[in-house]
């Protein structure tokens, strides 16, 4: 582990094992995201995009990589578990920091949930003798035990879950392609990407605002850098990588269907719970339509929540560390190197989420209304922390990296979410104002929110050009720290007299 990369400069022991790669890395993003992912919400963004499907996802996966870029920037300075929550709180400021991770678990906690609870549905559609609420139990018990066997463990489950996925959609594609050459569905067309008679601005964005949704997860990556072995540089390659593989995988899988799609005016007009598996049904018979069936749900119930789970664990984790939510949230098991009490509190979260909303009719949608905003309100945040990290507080003169970008990604963001559905925006302003609340709390019992390690207005903070000089710290072995040189204000108490490894 490179010096620049020791976490002990922030104030924190190296407890999290590193010992995942550029590929696993990859891997756990196009699991968390799911490469079948549109088979969900094919039929809900067809409808809200007019027919044009393709279009919204284009635009999507185009708004995620200025995304993705933002991240680079701020895992390069900060290379620490938190994602959004450590980069706005040293950023911009430890306040707005809390605030962010407070938006982006609104994400993050409700994911497993929706997952467990879309996966559950599926299979009891499938088997209906096994009612929703076992198979939610089942779904969460598995991925419970895998994640506290610790992170190697997960990334080679990982590996044999998303090939099996890519095999399934290599299937489709095939049979579905082949089907269109045979004549079936409306032929060959750039319908699905552009229709002239349907085409506005906001249409495309509202449908983005649900298209959104098969990319999040790309952004849990970050969660990993303390656990990477090539630090912030390989995890900033692996975010963009399994981004852009996602989005060619989901642009080809949706304008296959929007092809095939048996009743294209019925699905516009509200018809889109089973969407893409009668487009199946179409190009291969009913067998293909079942099959794509039975594998989003497995997907969704095994694959992506197992990841979905070791993200939202590690921001617990990430926060509670820095006192911001109760410190049993901060242990990590000495055996397996896993924050064991976090994920076990979001098993527990998703199964009570979870059998609630499945008592509701409008369970799974209320849930995807509810996740998409908190995670864009936090990427708007994240641009803003480059810039004002970078351009504002230390002036680096990248105007490209530091400013144009994030600029042209917030744009593209807060479009989004101007255009999202209302009940989405309602709920995200009523999270946003409990964060507050909570934020206000904090502060009247003498916990106002504060980071540690170095401070905030220190120039030249971006950890791979940092002369060592204007830190105090002398050059160190690989993954060791100049104790004798670290400020102790800026030592999380509970880590001041931790032996260092």
Same mark, same amino acid.
């Given at each position: 582990?490179?010096?620049?990369?020791?976490?002990?400069?922030?104030?924190?022991?190296?407890?999290?094992?590193?010992?995942?790669?550029?590929?696993?890395?990859v891997?756990?993003?196009?699991?968390?995201m799911?490469? $079948?992912?549109p088979?969900?919400?094919f039929? =809900?963004?067809?409808?809200?995009?007019?027919?044009?499907?393709?279009?919204?996802?284009l635009?999507?996966?185009?708004?995620?990589?200025?995304?993705?870029?933002?991240?680079?920037? !701020?895992?390069?300075?900060?290379? /620490?578990?938190?994602?959004?929550?450590?980069?706005?709180?040293?950023?911009?400021?430890?306040?707005?920091?809390?605030?962010?991770?407070?938006?982006? =678990?609104?994400?993050?906690?409700?994911v497993?949930?929706l997952?467990?609870?879309?996966?559950?549905? %599926?299979m009891?559609?499938s088997? *209906?003798?096994?009612?929703?609420w076992?198979?939610?139990?089942?779904?969460? +018990?598995?991925?419970t035990?895998?994640?506290?066997?610790?992170?190697? !463990?997960?990334?080679? =489950?990982?590996?044999? !879950?998303? /090939?099996?996925?890519?095999?399934?959609?290599?299937?489709?594609l @095939?049979?579905?392609?082949?089907? =269109?050459?045979?004549?079936?569905?409306?032929?060959f067309?750039?319908?699905?990407?552009?229709?002239?008679?349907t085409?506005?601005? *906001?249409?495309?964005?509202?449908?983005?605002?649900?298209?959104?949704?098969?990319?999040?997860?790309?952004?849990? $990556?970050?969660?990993?850098?303390?656990?990477s072995? &090539?630090?912030?540089?390989?995890?900033?390659? @692996?975010?963009?990588?399994a +981004?852009?593989?996602?989005?060619?995988?989901f642009?080809?899988q949706?304008?296959?269907?929007?092809? +095939?799609?048996?009743?294209?005016? &019925?699905?516009?007009?509200?018809?889109?719970?089973?969407?893409?598996?009668d487009?199946?049904?179409?190009?291969?018979g009913?067998?293909? &339509?079942?099959?794509?069936?039975?594998?989003?749900?497995?997907?969704?119930?095994?694959?992506?929540?197992l990841? @979905?789970?070791?993200?939202?664990?590690?921001?617990?984790?990430?926060?509670?560390?820095?006192?911001?939510?109760?410190?049993f949230?901060a242990?990590?098991?000495?055996r397996?190197?896993?924050?064991g009490?976090?994920?076990?509190?979001?098993?527990?979260?998703?199964?009570?989420?979870?059998i609630?909303?499945?008592?509701?009719?409008?369970?799974?949608?209320?849930?995807?209304?509810l996740i998409?905003?908190?995670? !864009?309100?936090?990427?708007?945040?994240?641009?803003v922390?480059?810039?004002?990290?970078?351009?504002?507080?230390?002036?680096s003169?990248?105007w490209?990296?530091?400013l144009? %970008?994030?600029?042209?990604?917030?744009?593209?963001?807060?479009?989004?979410?101007?255009?999202?559905?209302v009940?989405a925006?309602?709920?995200?302003l009523?999270?946003?104002l409990?964060?507050? +609340?909570?934020?206000?709390?904090?502060?009247?019992?003498?916990?106002r929110?504060?980071?540690?390690?170095? *401070? @905030?207005?220190?120039?030249?903070?971006?950890?791979?050009?940092?002369?060592?000089?204007?830190?105090?710290?002398?050059?160190?072995? *690989?993954?060791?720290?100049?104790?004798?040189?670290?400020?102790?204000?800026?030592?999380?108490?509970?880590?001041?007299?931790?032996?260092?490894r």
């Open positions: 582990m490179r010096t620049q990369e020791n976490i002990e400069q922030f104030g924190y022991r190296q407890e999290l094992r590193r010992g995942v790669g550029l590929t696993d890395l891997f756990y993003g196009l699991v968390f799911v490469p $079948i992912a088979f969900v919400i039929g =809900l963004v067809f409808s809200t995009s007019a027919g044009m499907p393709v279009l919204a996802y635009v999507g996966m185009i708004a995620l990589l200025f995304t993705a870029a933002s991240y680079a920037q !701020m895992v390069k300075a900060f290379p /620490l578990s938190g994602s959004v929550y450590n980069y706005a709180g040293r950023g911009i400021s430890a306040p707005v920091g809390f605030l962010t991770g407070w938006m982006i =678990l609104l994400d993050y906690i409700l497993p949930s997952l467990y609870l879309a996966a559950a549905i %599926a009891n559609k088997v *209906p003798q096994v009612p929703v076992v198979w939610l139990l089942i779904f969460v +018990l598995v991925n035990v895998i994640n506290l066997r610790g992170i190697r !463990m997960t990334v080679k =489950l990982t590996r044999v !879950m998303i /090939l099996l996925q890519l095999v399934v959609l290599a299937l489709f @095939a049979i579905g392609v082949w089907a =269109l050459l045979q004549g079936k569905g409306r032929g067309s750039l319908s699905p990407l552009f229709n002239l008679e085409f506005s601005w *906001p249409v495309v964005f509202a449908a983005v605002s649900v298209a959104i949704l098969s990319f999040l997860g790309f952004d849990g $990556i970050s969660m990993l850098v303390e656990e072995t &090539g630090g912030s540089a390989q995890v900033g390659r @692996a975010m963009r990588l +981004l852009i593989l996602a989005g060619v995988l642009i080809a949706v304008w296959v269907a929007a092809l +095939l799609v048996p009743d294209p005016a &019925g699905v516009i007009a509200g018809n889109t719970e089973t969407a893409f598996y487009a199946a049904a179409v190009a291969g009913e067998w293909l &339509g079942h099959l794509t069936s039975v594998a989003t749900a497995l997907s969704w119930g095994l694959a992506n929540t990841v @979905a789970q070791v993200a939202v664990s590690r921001l617990l984790y990430a926060m509670a560390r820095d006192r911001q939510l109760p410190s949230l242990k990590v098991s000495v397996h190197s896993v924050p009490n976090a994920i076990l509190l979001i098993s527990t979260l998703s199964v009570g989420l979870g609630w909303m499945s008592t509701r009719g409008d369970g799974v949608d209320l849930l995807t209304s998409n905003m908190g995670a !864009m309100v936090a990427f708007i945040v994240l641009h922390s480059v810039i004002v990290h970078y351009s504002l507080r230390n002036d003169g990248k490209w990296s530091h144009i %970008a994030p600029l042209i990604g917030i744009g593209i963001l807060v479009f989004v979410v101007i255009n999202a559905n009940l925006q309602i709920t995200g009523v999270w946003l409990v964060g507050v +609340l909570v934020l206000a709390f904090l502060y009247a019992i003498g916990r929110p504060a980071v540690s390690g170095l *401070p @905030a207005n220190l120039k030249n903070t971006d950890l791979k050009n940092t002369d060592l000089k204007h830190t105090g710290r002398t050059q160190s072995g *690989p993954g060791q720290a100049d104790s004798k040189h670290v400020d102790p204000k800026h030592v999380d108490p509970k880590h001041a007299d931790a032996p260092r």
